[in-house]
Structures are given as structure tokens and as C-alpha cells.
């Protein structure tokens, strides 16, 4: 039985004092929230049906097969953003951590490679690594448009590289339009989509995430169990037990009341890409119209020893959401029996020590009137992560309703990819050329080392 | 020849308007720091003296060989915070990427895991793929305090199972107290140590960071090379030519008008570990009284996918330094020449590609009135990193001095670390017992899923 607790205690100004919240002030934001839900029902946003859909589950589990045969030792993954940070966040949480090291440990599953940057550098060395000639690499690239210039530079270079890549290429775009669609048509490389409708922060449930996913022998259908009863129990929960609702009126609130800074902090390794994954789904669709709080992922207990002294101290913009979730243990042998004071570590499992930091770092930032809340997961399996993406695209929704943005675009960025493509000389972008030129060589103060 | 270089235009009133400051604020700033910087020519910090010192260099050299005759497959770092930051910044920057993949990159050097954490599943999963009872995996324990309870507790697992282990650990510790020196003058184990005065996050530059570093044979004589010149960088430049004069002032500034969250976004995979290693060292340092700046790590061009749309069109509560290095390159391939639309990259070299983002997001994020500096560096080797830490060292420190703050230590996480002791029951601590009883026996406002 799966199970994930949330407690909001240390959010209330019984808990925290002027610092936090009066349980009328959610209410408030919550049942303006839950007329929002009802809307919803009727007209919810594609992502939600994702689950229930299933889109492309079959293409995906025959086209596994088929490349299964092939004997793959590498797969190489070019995305960036959503592209990336869903499979980094699925793999994070459900292989072995150090999967690629360890023959004996990974079976017959190929060793992966999530290229989200073109820094040559890394680049090189990871063909250092593959030796792509070796025909024993399969390669997939993402791009929601079919435009990114970083993922189609990848690709151009890795098709060269794979040499005649005959079943060894899948592309996953957009159905209609875009390069990767057009390159698909002419090389009859095998596609999958991202559905009409979900935009790439919101498609970890689509082939995006999913193909590569099964590709590694996930259950991609339990993540997609967990995300149906999460869909389901916003949809249905009145608004003081719905989490969806509840969270998001709280996030809301926190950065109305001055907390500007959301950290999410998982006691949880495994955790750790998703706290990366919440990071752009909230800055990105709700850093807009100078609003938006600004996230921060902190790593427990790594992180007591680097951010916590300014959480607890420094000054009062903080909220912090702590996860914890630990179904492994150890035992901390009695290796030096003759330290009396280490009696209360000797002998005992690591586990309660890793539990009693939570609390301890729990119980230190209320005290210090730092809100805060916690979420227990029993364990991290697909049901549960499938869960939680469910439950913070919700989230990000609610808020983009009360932000009154639009969650779904970016339009922030557009500026700076035009500029990036008229510096390498982009035709129809001659008349930005004379800006960036006065731009770039306007008197400079600079300082040599 | 080395060389880096500061752009520190950006962040000037001509740039970005109001939200930017007047050369008169920075030279009042820098002024007062000038003085401040002549006062530690003649009392410096001891971490100032560390490149002429080389601390127990040749006592690391020494313990190098000795260990080196042993064949030693794999190297286990315990540590945290100040520990670990420091060694996975120069790993992370002057080692192969995927060293512990390839043994043919690898050579004869054995492969590392910096344990950072207590997450049981992850020390389960290390446990499994370094098979500590074959005797080739030596251990590495620091803590400046010797007290450290996650790596007392780590230290005690891997003892039991390193089995007859001598010869095969190493502890870094104070000289003169702590849990860790009494276990080392038991057990017969070597010890390096830490020097007096130099905290944990200004101890890279000590065997904290060094001996791990020799012994996966980087030259520790050339990080030191680097750190000296910007020590005497700092110390002799006068303060409209001294970076460290200069960048101080405008970390203060930038927060005093506003920009309370601070950017650190390398374009440059391999400078990922160095802005982890200042988001320690700033957050810790100067995170007190209700003040100091929230440091925030990004990484270019990954994150404009993820968190430009926020800087840009979020509040404006942000400062950004870009630093960019790319000392490689490769060739973007023709492979699809049909496509008219991708001419701008066919053909071009990946690292212009790079690089025109970087210079596209700085060209973007000015306009949008978001101050920055950019940080040219020729090259990522021990020479320019040394140089780095000793530059953002030497800025925590003058920081200190402006915030009117100590910088060394870290009096806001004491009440954690208590209450997570007095919860593993360490005696003595009876009296929080009740306080912490009625603390978790408080009504909770719990939501279920």
C-alpha cells in the first residue's frame, strides 16, 4: 500500500508566529481554488488526460521491442529542459545510482547518456566513451518542436558519427511540424509524439519521459497508476483534504507573505532529480510579469552542512518544502568501542540517524520561524513518482490561475535565442545583426587577472 | 599564459538603468575595503598563507607513495560540507567526466566516491559496487572537529567492512582534538590534518582537498601556483584594478539594492562543482543576523531552458555572474543538407554555437534590466581553479568584514545538531528530550494521499 503524507503544521502562525499563515487565509485562496477545479473538470488541460490516455503506450512497448534485438549497449538521450529533466528525474529515482559502473548490476540494459548541454568538452568525452562507430549505440532525440538548436546540433553530430544508424535513431516531436518531423520523413527514422497540447515541462507522462523509461525496463504503467489517483484525487477531494489545492494556496501565499525563495529539500538521493524537475516547472511557468518565487534545491542531510545556517539565520524570504523518504537501512557497526562518546551512534541503524536530522533540521527552522512542511513518502517507486508529477503540475496550474499567467509558455526567453541565432548567422535575422554589434562593442569595464 | 577576465559593465547604471549601480557606490565600497586589505597584509588569515605554506605537502607526497605500491582499485571519501565541497570541485573540473567509467581513460588510477550523505540506499549501493573486503579500497575520513556524527557513522560501516584494514585508511583531522585523532592514535592510522584557523569551507586549499587530489595524481603544486598569484593579485592591486576589491563591492552593493538572490551560471560543465563549492562558502559565511544573499547555482546554456525565463521576466531580485570556458570543440556536422532552415549551424563549430549563448543570454539578460558580470576563463586547469578559490575566498572575507559578520563560523545549525543527538539518545542531552517530546506531540495538520 502506497502512501504520501503531507504536514502543513509548521506553515500556520501557531507554529511559526507573524512568519506564517492563519488557517482563514488559506481557506480563502483554497476555495477560490476549488471553483477553478470545478471549471476544470469540464475543460481540464490536456496533461491531465495523459494517464488515462496513455498516448502511444503500445507504439512505444512494439518499437522496444524491435530495438531490443539489436543487442544496444548505450543509449544516448539528446533533450534539454523538458526534453531532459523528466528522464533524469524518472532514472534518478528508479535505477540503481550508479547503474553505468556495473555490469553485474545493470544486466542486459544498455548504460545511458542524458546530454542536456552542448559544452564541447563533455561532448567529446562522451564519445569518448560510446565509440558510436561500434553500432551498438541507439540514439534519441527530443525536441517538443523539432527546433532546438542544441539538440538538433547534437544530433547532426552524432548521426555522422553513427555512421549508417539504420534502427538505431528515434526521434520524439511534435506530430505535425518542425525539423526533427521533416529528418524523420526523409531518413524513415521511427517517432513517437508529444501529444497536442502538452508543452515540454509538462510531458514527463508522455513518450518523452516514458520511451526511455520502458526503454530501461521501467514500469512506465505503474507511474502512470499513480499519476491517475493523484489526477483523480484532486479532481474529486473537497478542498481541506485535496493536496493539490491545499499546497498550491500555500505556495501562494508564502511568496505573497514575503517568502519569496522555495527551497525543496528531499532527504531522499533518489529525490534529487525531481527536486530538479519542480525547479523548472515552477520557474518557468511561473516566473513571469515580474512575479514568481524563485526555487532552490537543497539536498538533506548534505545540505545542513551548506544552506541551513542561512535558512535558519540570514533573512526571513524563505519557505521550505522537506521530503523524506528512506526504505533502506544499515546498521552503524560498534567499530570503536572504546570512544564512549559515540555510544549513541554504535549499534544503531543508519537509518533512524538519517530520520533523526529531518526532524532535528525540522524542529531548528520552526524554531527559528522559518514555515515549513514536510512530506513522508514510504517509499520511492514508480506509483508514488508517477504521484507526484501529477500533483505538482496540478500545482503549477492552480498557481498560474492565481498568478493569473500563463503557466503553458516562456515567452522570456525568445529574445535571447534570436540573438544566439543571428550571431551564428541565421538568414532573416540580418537586422539584429547592427544591434548586437553596438551591443557588443559599446566601452567595456573590465578587470584582468 | 593563463589568463581570466571580468566584464563588471553589466551591473553598471549605463547597462541596466536603475536597477544598476552608480561607479561612485563601488568606489566608496572599494575604498573602504582597500583599508580594510591593508590591515590583513600585516595580519592575515591563515588561510591567506596557505599557498606559501603548502601545508604538509611533503608529508602527503610521502603517504602518496606509500599507498600507491598497494594496487588500489577504488577510493572512499568520507566527508561534508567543507569536506567533500572542495575535492569534488577540482574532480568534478580537472578529471575526466566518466573517470570511473573507462579504465582506459582511467589508466592505473583508481576510481572515487565522495560520500557526501548518509541516505542509506546510497551507501548500500556504493557498499555493492566497491566490494570493500578485497582489500583494494582505501578510505579517506575528514572532519576538521573530528566529531562530524554523519562521518563518524560512515567511518564506523566501512571500518567493519574494510576488515584488516591497515594501510588502507587515512584520516584528515584537527591536531590536537576530536574523535577521529584519538581513533587514529588507537589504530596506528596515518593522519593529515587541518591546519589551525582555517575553517572547514576555507579549507581546500589544506590536505583536506590536497592529498585527495595528489593521490588521483593531479598537481597540487599548480592549483597552489594559481592561488599565490591571486593572493598577491589582491594584495599589491590597488582598488580600481583588484578583482577582489572590486567583485566584493558589488556582491554587497547588488544585495543592499535589491538583488538578494545571487546567480552563479557557468557555461562550463566543468565549473558545476566550483558554484556548489561557493554556494557553501557564501551561504554559511555571510547567512547571519538576518542577512546575507541566497546563492543559487545554474548552468548554461542547460538552464536557459529551465530558469532564464524567470530571471528575465521575474521580480527583479536578481544578480547573475555568467562565467564561461571552452577550451575544445567540435564540428557540427552537414548530416541533414536538405534542411535549408539549420544552414546557421551545418558546418560550424559546436563551441561558437556555445558560445554565441552565452553572449545571447548576456545580451538578453541586460536588456531585460538584470545586472551580471561575465567571467572569461582561457582554460579550465589546477592553475585557474587555484586562483578562484583563493579570489572567492578572499571576497567571503571581505564580505565579512562590510556585512559586519564573522565569516568562520556557523552558530544558526548548533540546535539541529543537538536536537538530532538528543534524539539518537546521546547522554547528557536528557534535558531537550522533553522539549522535543512535546515539540512532535503538538496537534498536526496532516493531508493524506
Redesign the interface.
Known amino acids: 500500500m502506497n ?7 509548521n506553515v ?1 502562525s501557531t507554529a511559526v508566529g507573524k512568519e506564517g499563515l492563519e488557517n482563514t487565509m488559506i481557506t480563502s485562496v483554497s476555495d477560490k481554488l476549488q471553483s477553478y477545479n470545478m471549471e476544470l473538470r469540464d475543460t481540464p488541460y490536456p496533461f491531465m488526460d495523459l494517464p488515462s490516455n496513455k498516448f502511444q503506450f503500445s507504439e512505444m512497448k512494439k518499437l522496444c521491442d524491435t530495438i531490443n534485438t539489436k543487442k544496444i549497449k548505450n543509449i544516448v538521450l539528446l533533450g ?3 526534453s531532459s ?1 523528466g528522464t533524469e528525474t524518472i532514472f534518478n529515482a528508479l535505477l ?3 547503474h ?3 555490469d553485474a ?1 545493470r544486466g542486459h540494459k544498455p ?1 545511458y547518456f542524458i546530454l ?14 560510446i565509440t558510436p562507430e561500434k553500432e551498438d549505440t541507439i540514439l534519441i532525440a527530443i525536441s517538443k518542436s523539432g ?4 539538440t ?2 547534437q ?3 552524432f ?2 558519427l553513427l555512421g549508417n544508424a539504420t534502427g538505431r535513431i528515434v526521434l520524439i516531436t511534435d506530430r505535425d511540424k518542425g ?1 526533427l518531423k ?2 524523420a520523413e ?1 531518413e524513415g527514422y521511427p517517432v513517437l509524439n508529444v501529444p497536442d497540447g502538452v508543452g ?1 515541462r509538462f510531458s514527463v507522462l508522455t513518450p518523452v519521459s516514458m520511451f526511455p523509461a520502458a526503454f530501461m525496463g521501467i514500469d512506465i504503467d505503474e507511474i502512470m497508476a499513480g499519476a491517475k ?2 489526477a483523480q ?1 484532486i479532481k474529486e477531494k473537497g478542498p481541506v ?3 493539490g489545492i ?1 499546497l498550491s494556496s500555500i505556495l501562494y501565499l508564502m511568496d505573497k507573505h514575503g517568502k ?2 522555495h527551497v525543496m529539500m528531499p ?4 529525490l534529487s532529480g525531481f527536486a ?1 524537475w519542480f ?2 516547472l515552477e ?2 511557468s ?7 518565487p ?1 526555487p ?1 534545491k537543497s ?1 538533506g ?2 545540505d ?15 519557505f521550505i518544502t522537506l521530503i523524506y523518504s ?11 568501542p ?2 564512549e ?6 549499534g ?7 530520520y ?2 529531518f ?3 525540522t ?6 520561524k522559518t514555515p515549513n512542511i514536510t512530506i513522508l513518502i514510504d517509499k ?1 517507486n514508480g506509483y508514488n513518482l508517477g ?1 507526484l508529477f501529477m ?1 505538482y503540475e496540478m500545482v503549477i496550474a492552480f498557481l498560474g490561475y492565481l498568478y493569473e499567467v500563463n503557466p503553458f509558455d ?4 525568445e ?7 543571428a ?5 532573416g535575422l540580418e537586422d539584429k545583426h547592427e544591434t ?1 554589434k553596438t ?2 562593442s ?8
Chains 1, 2 share one sequence.
Open positions: 502512501s504520501i503524507s503531507f504536514d502543513i503544521t500556520l534539454i529542459g523538458g529533466l540503481h545510482p550508479f553505468n559502473l556495473s548490476i548504460r542536456d548541454n552542448i559544452d564541447p568538452h563533455k561532448i567529446n568525452r562522451v564519445i569518448e566513451i527546433e532546438t538548436p542544441e538538433i546540433s544530433f547532426m553530430i548521426k555522422e525539423i521533416e529528418i526523409r515540454g489517483d493523484m484525487h483534504e485535496n493536496i491545499i519569496n525563495i532527504y531522499c538521493e533518489r530538479d525547479r523548472q520557474a518557468e511561473i516566473g513571469k510579469n515580474m512575479q514568481g524563485t532552490l539536498i542531510v548534505t545542513q552542512h551548506s544552506q541551513l545556517q542561512l535558512y535558519i539565520d540570514g533573512p526571513k524570504d524563505k528512506a526504505d533502506d537501512d544499515r546498521l552503524i557497526s560498534n567499530a570503536f572504546y570512544i562518546s559515540i555510544d549513541y551512534l554504535a544503531k541503524n543508519l537509518r533512524d540517524l538519517f533523526a536530522e526532524l532535528g533540521t524542529l531548528s527552522i520552526t524554531e527559528s520511492i504521484a500533483l516562456q515567452p522570456g526567453v529574445l535571447g535565442k534570436t540573438y544566439t541565432k550571431i551564428m548567422g541565421k538568414k548586437i551591443k557588443l559599446t566601452s567595456k569595464t573590465i578587470i584582468r587577472f
